[in-house]
């Protein structure tokens, strides 16, 4: 059992920087990797859509169904970072070698989860009425990347053991790595060059199935490393311990519904938003990608602190966790202000970087200081949402998440865009409205129950013992 010690807080400044510094060391290849990940997304989108538009809306109808799918099952074994990182902190790090082991079980279970989604999918699209053409493409795309769904399920829990135990670097390098691999492969099956089957939209698939098996075998290179030898994770072989991993599953579900729940709620607004016209959701399309690339950072962020937190737990310095959840809460306050200021301020040349059309540049434009305002409240709790993974503490933002989104900010965001109940009809910019007061309300919900966590010793010690 864990038990809470004091810890000594003066001189403030010099801790805080201390810590700021330990947080951006963790963090900034955390941002990398996500970057990177980003990247390739853009990469597949940009050269699918550069060979045809019909292998454009495949490719991106492919993803609507396979990324929410996986993200839910990855979430499950994310458990296994705030896991590795309190039994770092405890001094216990060749105990985590078993938990490590049962992870993969479970990422061979939600491999054959994943594979049978995503290879079922194609009365999705007929029910949806989508375009039997890109139906044919994202249905073939999607049974391409099926063969590479084991190779990123074990690959990320890899990831996630490493940067457990504080090693955040070289998934970053995997990462950057993988990026410029892709990029070959898919000029090399999109287009049928140098020889290779011409593939058009289908070739992404093969591409990134083929890049996911390569990430898992960089990865695998960490296991020779002393710090993973360290866990004892290769020094035997364990079939499954259904205790161990109802224990991961626990944890890392909420984890998982949280991150799905999430996606989910911006695909129907998209498809909402769809209906209102092109300008519309071309507009929402350049709103929706700012969002995402200022995100990042403070998603990273929250990954960090989880870390941190975690360390803290697992060597009984209660006080220091919360030390660590506060610095990174005012890290991430920070960092929002500043975007939500250079939103602001640069609206009009970001959007430019997207469109030449007067009415989408104006549109968009208006929505980007929705997004100024969003972004406040979507980098905090994204980042409180992180330190509390740190404490294990997953269940109650899962739920803050379902009622957040989909009880409020979506029928708001319907009933401000659409004028539903005599309001006044607000268009696109009524879900962006609906958003932000949802999310402030999850962002309020996370703060109070951080507080209320960090400061409750008996509660902390109970999610340890998880």
Known sequence: MTVARSVDTTPLKLKFADELGALLRLGAPMVATQFFIMAMGFLDTAMAGRYDSVHLAGVALGGTVMWPVFMLTSGFTMALTP????????GS???AGAKVRQAMWLALFS?????????????IFILAQVDPRAADIAVRYLQAAAWGIPGVQFYVILRYTS?????????????GTALPLNAVLNYLLIYGEFGA???????????????WWVELGLMSLV??????????????????HWEDIRGILKIGVPIGLTIFLEMAVFSVV???IASLGVIPLAANSIAGNVNWATYVIPMALGSAASIRVGFYIGSGDYARAGFVAKTSFLLSLGYALIVSAGLILARHQIVGLYSQEPAVLELAAMLLIFIALYQIVDDTQATMAGSLRGYKDTRAPMVYSLVGYWVLALPLGAALGFGWFGLPEQGVAGFWMGMTIGLAIVAVCMGVRLLSTSRNPERISAFARL
């Open 83 to 90: 896991i590795v990182a309190q039994l770092r902190g405890a």
């Open 93 to 95: 790090i060749a105990d």
């Open 111 to 123: 491999s054959v989860f994943c594979i049978l989604i995503i290879l079922n999918a194609e009365p």
């Open 163 to 175: 940067e457990g135990l504080g090693k955040t670097l070289p998934p970053m390098l995997i990462a």
């Open 197 to 211: 089957p011409e593939l058009g939209g289908v070739g992404c698939g093969w591409a990134t199935a083929v890049v």
């Open 223 to 240: 296991l020779k490393t002393d710090y993973f030898k360290a866990t004892t994770f290769n020094q035997r072989f364990d079939f499954p």
């Open 270 to 272: 998209g498809l909402l």
